[in-house]
């Protein structure tokens, strides 16, 4: 075997899994068939749970120090109306304003920090199975070679090759939408008003803010005095884009030539991005050796949520594969990642899809359900959920045992930890992302237990605050597989921690 993992793909996704793996002990191979890091404009910020955990791994201040705007009002759209936290002390849901080439230099350089081995310009051109490896053909700079792997996690985007190759499905809805941006400026012939609106010789005027038409949306905003414009077009088309082939002007000026039936004139393109939407899920996040995270695995119909997707199934397969690499991992644990992903998919494609519903309808029954539904967002409760289900961190995975205490399944909260050393948190516990049992009532029946895993398990004590569990048990991925309730006495938290140790972890 040539190598234990290869990651195709060096996405964010793919970089976020090659750093993961590196921290549970794993060598990856990240193969990339672009030579350099891509400029194509993408995600314009980073959001949702995926800041908890970045922060739980003590990366948060660095991703937080590379953004060159100051992070906005937490305000987001929510198909056609908006998520307004701005009133809430604690908002349940966060964006950092980080340009997906920012994010994914970050990452990159996470990469090398750990010592990944990266080759770019490496194009994998086939991928197949059987029972010990994965065999993989690949045409790099040299020549064409072939490698083999225990096991091989398709990174690699929307149209993912991986996916076919492996022969799993890819069922869902193509919308005919097709979405513009753009940031140009305009030649001086095109005079930009004191109001707004743009009066182009020979063609008429555009109106500023949004114009309907029969063939899509329109909108043009611009600052005081600059003949810097915000473009953004909306139409139904039956082409179907790769979101990797950059827009051009010509692209631009086509579409506005469509929906507004004139001609704009433009200068220089400041930022041309094109986005399409699809509400796809691959039936299955593995076969056999082959895995598939991120936009290979799922394409969700609204904008903002499929970074924070994609980089979080990372973050849980990553010390599974470690676990079954290093001969460890329980039966079924490879398959957890599949049942947990993909249910977390699942509900990040319910809440999009609800949103294709608020936004495309533009009838007076289009607007009564916006209106209604941003009613409801004006209370607290349903504006909360509404956050939670967005940042995918009100996700409570099934497990055993989840019927005896409310936090197994869940994400571990950031709780205030004093200990002999001082005082720490749980994220800072996890910044190893290692497994942590947290004793936090001086239960040393449970410490009798942990000793036959701390070759794999890290235990300590704390004490805190109106503590919610005797002791928790934390994955790598800070969710919480078991939990003693407060005063569980010895003769049940005992052996069902031995229980959830030995179903998550392995034989001592
Ligand atoms: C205009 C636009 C705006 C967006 N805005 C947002 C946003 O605001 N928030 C958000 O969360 N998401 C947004 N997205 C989506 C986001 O960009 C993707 O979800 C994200 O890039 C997916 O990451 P990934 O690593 O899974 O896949 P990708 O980023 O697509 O990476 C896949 C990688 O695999 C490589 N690859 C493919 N095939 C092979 C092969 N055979 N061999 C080797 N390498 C291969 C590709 O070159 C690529 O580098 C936006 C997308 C677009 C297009």
Same mark, same amino acid.
């Given at each position: ?10 996405? &964010? ?33 980073? %959001? ?11 990366? $948060?201040?660095?991703?937080?120090? #590379?953004?060159?705007? &100051?992070? &906005? ?21 966060? #964006?950092?304003? $980080? ?21 770019? %310009? ?9 029972? #010990? ?6 045409? !790099?700079?040299?020549?064409? *070679? ?11 985007? /929307? ?56 063939? !899509? ?23 179907? *884009? ?23 004139? =433009? ?14 899920? /691959? ?12 936009? #290979? ?23 599974? @594969? ?34 294709? /519903? ?31 289900? =967005?940042?995918? +961190?009100?996700?409570? *995975? ?7 205490? =409310? ?18 948190? =749980? ?7 290692? &497994?942590?049992? @947290? ?19 890290? *235990? ?41 140790? +030995? ?6």
């Amino acid at each position: 075997m040539d190598v234990d993992v290869i990651i195709v793909g060096a996405g &964010p996704t793919g970089l976020m899994l090659a750093a993961e793996l590196r921290l549970a002990g794993v060598r990856p191979l990240v193969l990339e068939r672009q030579p350099k890091r891509r400029d194509t404009p993408k995600a314009g910020g980073l %959001g949702g749970q995926i800041l908890e955990l970045l922060r739980y791994r003590g990366l $948060l201040e660095r991703f937080d120090a #590379a953004c060159t705007e &100051p992070v &906005p009002a937490p305000r987001f759209p929510f198909g056609g109306v908006h998520l307004d936290f701005t009133q809430l002390a604690d908002p349940p849901l966060h #964006a950092l304003p $980080l340009p997906q080439q920012l994010l994914e230099r970050l990452l990159d350089e996470r990469a090398g920090e750990l010592d990944v081995d990266i080759r770019r %310009g490496h194009e994998v051109t086939r991928v197949s199975q059987d029972d #010990a490896a994965v065999s993989v053909e690949v045409r !790099g700079p040299d020549g064409p *070679y072939r490698i083999t792997a225990r096991y091989l996690v398709g990174c690699d985007g /929307a149209r993912s090759r991986v996916r076919d190759w492996a022969g799993i499905g890819f069922p869902g809805t193509t919308y005919p939408e097709v979405n513009r941006l753009a940031q140009v400026s305009l030649p001086e012939t095109v005079t930009v008003l004191g109001n707004g609106d743009l009066d182009v010789p020979g063609s008429g005027t555009i109106r500023a803010g949004f114009t309907r038409t029969g063939h !899509g949306l329109f909108g043009v905003g611009s600052a005081p005095g600059s003949q810097v414009v915000s473009l953004y077009t909306i139409e139904d088309e039956s082409t179907e *884009y790769d979101d990797d082939v950059p827009m051009t002007v010509a692209e631009l000026q086509d579409s506005v030539r469509r929906v507004l039936g004139m001609d704009l004139p =433009v200068g220089e393109a400041l930022r041309l991005s094109r986005f399409t939407f699809k509400a796809r899920q /691959a039936e299955r996040y593995r076969q056999g050796r082959i895995l598939l995270a991120g936009d #290979a695995a799922h394409l969700f119909p609204a904008t903002g949520v499929a970074l924070n997707a994609g980089m979080l199934d990372a973050v849980n397969l990553a010390w599974k @594969l470690a676990a079954d690499l290093h001969g460890r991992a329980p039966a079924g644990l490879l398959d957890t990642y599949h049942d947990e992903r993909h249910l977390a998919g699942a509900r990040t494609m319910l809440h999009t899809r609800a949103q294709v /519903a608020l936004r495309r309808g533009h009838d007076a029954a289009a607007e009564a359900l916006r209106e209604v539904f941003q009613e409801l967002l004006a209370d607290e409760q349903p504006l909360r959920r509404m956050g939670a289900l =967005v940042a995918g +961190s009100d996700i409570r *995975y099934p497990m055993p045992g989840s019927d005896r205490h =409310v936090l197994i399944g869940a994400f571990a909260p950031d709780l205030t930890l004093h200990t002999e050393q001082g005082l720490t948190s =749980v994220a800072e516990l996890v910044h190893a992302a290692r &497994p942590v049992l @947290l004793d936090l009532a001086e239960r040393e029946d449970l410490h009798e237990v942990a000793r036959a895993w701390e070759d794999r398990i890290d *235990y300590r004590t704390a004490k805190t605050g109106d503590r919610p569990a005797d002791a928790l048990l934390i994955r790598p991925d800070a969710h919480i597989v078991w939990a003693a309730a407060t005063d569980e006495p010895a003769d049940s938290a005992a052996p069902a921690l031995r229980e959830a140790l +030995s179903g998550w972890f392995g034989s001592p």
